[in-house]
């Protein structure tokens, strides 16, 4: 695991110069783990009863090594997992700039499913690792950045063969990494 840091020069100061780090985990073979220097946060933290873990999953594909990483973590600290599933509304559930309720509540219940699915060999690896998990109708990126405020550590995937002309990092991990308060672990998977 490789470890970087900040300054605490502020979120916005952050952006602008953090050219090292984003190279360096767009590119890194093994976990990268983002700390900012930032007081705010650990107020959070130490407010909260568990900051616990929280990972962003996709669900196709799976990402073994982020799941791993991030039920590893959550086994050292004694803490809770919240895993993550984020999506969009399919266009015949959002039809009209309106949302069925009925069809809402059905694509969330086939996608929890899934997630647990997804879940469960790692739940039986771990048995002492309490798990919370959740399906969200939003961007991954806006979920991922904001809904990890007052964790111990929010785990995000990277995938290792991006195309040659395309960033490093996709939009969750850059989001992720320049807007959440607590640590980030961008983990890079096939």
């Known amino acids: 695991m490789l470890v970087l840091g900040s300054r605490g020069i502020g ?9 090292i780090g984003l190279h360096v985990v767009a590119r890194a073979d093994r976990p990268v783990v983002l700390v900012r220097a930032d007081e705010q946060q650990d107020d959070q933290a130490a407010c ?11 669900l ?11 039920f590893g973590a959550a086994a050292r600290r004694g803490s809770a997992l919240r895993a993550v599933h984020c999506m969009s509304l399919p266009v015949p559930a959002s039809a009209f700039w309106s949302t069925s309720s009925e069809a809402a509540e059905a694509v969330a219940r086939a996608a929890g499913q ?3 699915r997804t879940l469960r060999p790692w739940q039986e690896k771990f048995p002492r690792v309490r798990v919370l998990d959740e ?5 991954a990126s806006r979920a991922m950045a904001h ?18 002309l ?3 990092l996709g939009p969750v991990a850059h989001a992720a990494i320049h807007h959440a308060l607590c640590p980030v672990a961008v983990i890079a998977h096939d």
């Open 135 to 139: 399906v969200i109708f939003d961007s």
């Open 60 to 70: 196709r594909p799976t990402c073994e090594e982020v799941l791993e990483f991030a």
């Open 147 to 164: 809904g990890a405020s007052g964790s111990a550590l929010l785990v995000v995937g990277r995938r290792r063969d991006r195309p040659a």
């Open 11 to 19: 979120r916005v100061e952050g952006f602008f110069l953090g050219d």
């Open 114 to 116: 899934e997630l647990r």
């Open 166 to 168: 395309t960033p490093g």
């Open 48 to 58: 909260a009863e568990d900051p616990g873990v929280v990972v962003g999953l996709s």
